[in-house]
């Protein structure tokens, strides 16, 4: 069974630009969480998606930053325009129960750098 | 909201020797404490956690104790090996009946542990 995927591994862009994320959750997870973690800092909690509504966005730093899940499956996360400090590693993770106890599922990871 | 410490930051120690990793948090209704452990180029995986109706929890070579009064929890790995140098990530929630989901979790700064053969 294929885990949490996310693309790019890996992006390089220039203040002002902007970058899409983008994460496939394990099938049939309709939990999905977008964390980030800065400078070696600790791992924050940007929002909760079930299925394809926002559960709790308290997290986003800002309006600069975009997520959606259309259909319920994959889900994305665009920064517009992009600042110095939204440089981090941002992870998508997903389970599959809320209230109930279960194991996140974390993807690798997207790590942004922005110049 | 929740607050979570973690120390050390970093943590060096020789294979066979033991590693302990302290969190503290802040919310005294917080009620579940995972462990995650991120290796070099992977994400965070979860390695053992515990319920705050008990103290203490052991897998193999990790065992994870709590204590609600102190709200402090401790990861302790026993005979460490080089494959267990990674980044360390302790986690707290409040969750269940009238908190929020499992998914939603605060986590402390990380411990990188290196353990030299």
């Known amino acids: 069974e294929a885990g949490v995927t996310q693309f790019p591994s890996h992006s390089v862009i220039e203040k002002g630009q902007t970058v899409t994320l983008r994460c496939d959750p394990i099938s049939g997870h309709d939990n999905l969480y977008w964390y980030r973690r800065v400078m070696g800092k600790e791992i924050k909690f940007l929002l909760h998606f079930v299925k394809e509504s926002k559960q709790d966005e308290s997290g986003m730093p800002n309006n600069r930053f975009l997520a959606e899940r259309t259909g319920g499956t994959y889900s994305t996360l665009k920064v517009q325009p992009a600042e110095l400090e939204d440089s981090g590693v941002y992870f998508c993770a997903s389970s599959q129960f809320n209230y109930v106890l279960g194991e996140l599922f974390f993807g690798e990871g997207s790590r942004l750098t922005v110049l | 909201g929740e607050n979570v410490e973690q120390h050390p930051s970093t943590l060096s120690v020789q294979e066979g020797d033991s590693a302990v990793i302290k969190c503290t948090y802040s919310?005294?209704?917080?009620?579940?404490f995972p462990w995650y452990k991120q290796e070099l180029g992977k994400g965070p995986q979860l390695i053992i956690d515990i319920r705050s109706n008990v103290g203490e929890k052991k897998d193999q070579r990790i065992a994870v104790t709590l204590n609600k009064t102190a709200k402090h929890f401790s990861l302790h790995i026993t005979e460490t090996q080089p494959e267990d140098s990674a980044v360390y990530f302790c986690?707290?929630?409040?969750?269940?009946?009238?908190?929020?989901?499992?998914?939603?979790?605060?986590f402390g700064q990380g411990t990188i542990l290196t353990v030299h053969p």
């Open positions: 919310d005294s209704a917080s009620n579940y």
């Open positions: 986690a707290a929630i409040r969750s269940g009946a009238g908190g929020t989901s499992y998914g939603k979790l605060t």
